[in-house]
């Protein structure tokens, strides 16, 4: 079923039945407050390892977007649990100015199954990828500047500083048309 090679893939939906929280403070002050806290220190650090942003200090007129924490917990093909926390830019915070493009292409479930049905049909393979943490990958295709908060719960190195981004990150509306366009200049 669809559903079996989902969860063989590690595709499989949040695990029904588990409550995740809502917010930094529920997950920090929960009864698992350490777990939350190392998933999200896990991704500040693959944030700071892909250079997101660089830490400055915002000019006294600039737009500063916000951001806020996604927390989910994924079940292993094993059926353990992985909690997940994600930083993602609030995109309904931005500004015009702050992106261009947004077109971005994406697939049809339909144009899948037709070619799952084709592979199956001619006895042929389907190999598939994922790239992990894939918007961290693209850089940023507007040329104004964009600030965002520093990520909840933790302190920049620098008193007071708030992130100058660099490349794209999950939650900005432009996320996805720079992503497509780092694959598309990747594969060609």
């Known amino acids: 079923s669809i559903e079996h090679a989902q969860h063989h893939a590690g ?6 039945g ?12 929960g009864p698992e407050g350490a777990e939350w806290h190392t998933a999200a220190a ?9 250079n997101v942003w660089e830490e400055v200090i915002a000019p006294p007129d600039a737009h500063i977007i916000a951001g ?3 927390f989910n917990v994924k079940t292993k093909p094993d059926g353990s649990e992985d909690k997940r926390a994600r930083w993602v830019a609030r995109g ?4 015009d100015y702050e992106y261009g493009d947004l077109f971005a292409a994406s697939g049809d479930f339909t144009v899948a199954r037709v070619i799952f049905a084709l592979a199956a049909a001619n006895g042929a393979d389907i190999a598939v990828m994922d790239v992990s943490s894939a918007y961290l990958h693209s850089k940023l ?14 302190e920049p190195t620098i008193p007071g ?7 794209s990150i999950y939650g900005l509306k432009q996320g996805a048309h720079d992503w497509s366009e780092e694959l598309r200049s990747s594969l060609l």
């Open 92 to 95: 309904d915070t931005q500004r």
């Open 68 to 70: 806020k924490w996604v």
């Open 161 to 167: 500083a708030v992130c100058l981004l660099q490349r």
């Open 141 to 154: 295709t507007v040329d104004n500047p964009i600030y965002m908060r520093y990520p909840t719960g933790f």
């Open 18 to 29: 588990i409550v995740t929280p809502s917010n930094i403070h529920e997950a920090f002050d």
């Open 42 to 50: 896990y991704e500040l650090g693959k944030l700071l390892q892909h």
């Open 11 to 16: 595709l499989a939906d949040v695990t029904p």
